[in-house]
């Protein structure tokens, strides 16, 4: 059972436009949400993370809404640069229960066109 | 300050034979992660160590995988023997004991082939 979805395996975006790439989640305990980003032979780099508590964390260019009602999770990136292009994964993890694994989605590819 | 690192970068054995992989944590992290990626898949957990102690094993595929952390430092995944279905991207990841450990930091990984 895929407990976190990423519904859309790519996204192209125009080098300047806003890219909207979004994740969903079935499993209610889950607590804490994370964004990586990954490049072709290294492995997944932090980008930015939110509390069950928060809706929405910025840092930059980058803002992560969460709609805890909807199990819904969204990253924002503006404006977009053609180094954001990569592969991004949406992970989740179920702090509370002291469990620190994370539960990872299929990815989505972006791409940034000049 | 160095980051994860993982040895081999690159791994490609016959069917049968044994493979060791290897993770060096970031210095001071108590948590040690390994994950694994299979056919451009989603990444999944394998097991979650707290110093030398195995935390939470409930990913691990068969008992052909075996982890250690003898010293509560660096890791071993071996596997043996191997399988086809065991080729893939395997991810040690770290975070601290307290402060930021929600944040977990990736290696680059080791690609296993298995032929």
């Known amino acids: 059972d895929q407990q976190v979805k990423q519904n859309s395996p790519s996204l192209s975006v125009q080098e300047g436009r806003i890219s909207i790439l979004n994740c969903d989640y079935t499993n209610s305990m889950f607590d804490y949400f994370l964004w990586y980003k990954k490049y072709p032979a290294e492995g997944p780099t932090f980008l930015i993370s939110i509390s069950s508590i928060k809706d929405k964390n910025e840092d930059g260019r980058f803002t992560v809404f969460l709609n805890k009602s909807a199990k819904h999770l969204s990253l924002h990136i503006v404006p977009s640069q053609p180094g954001d292009s990569a592969v991004y994964f949406c992970a989740a993890s179920a702090q509370i229960q002291g469990a620190q694994k994370l539960v990872f989605g299929q990815g989505t590819r972006l791409t940034i066109n000049p | 300050e160095a980051g994860v690192t993982q040895f081999p970068s690159h791994s490609v054995i016959e069917k049968g034979q044994t493979v060791t992989l290897r993770c060096d944590p970031i210095s001071g992290h108590d948590n040690l992660y390994w994950y694994r990626r299979v056919m451009g898949k989603e990444i999944k957990f394998l097991l979650h160590f707290v110093k030398e102690s195995k935390q939470d094993e409930s990913g691990m595929p068969n008992n052909r995988f075996l982890a250690e952390r003898t010293g509560g430092t660096y890791s071993t995944l071996k596997v043996q023997p191997a399988e086809l279905e065991d080729s893939g991207v395997y991810f040690c990841?770290?975070?601290?004991?307290?402060?930021?450990?929600?944040?977990?930091?990736f290696g680059a990984g080791t690609r296993l082939s298995v032929l």
């Open positions: 990841a770290s975070s601290p004991d307290t402060g930021a450990k929600n944040i977990q930091y």
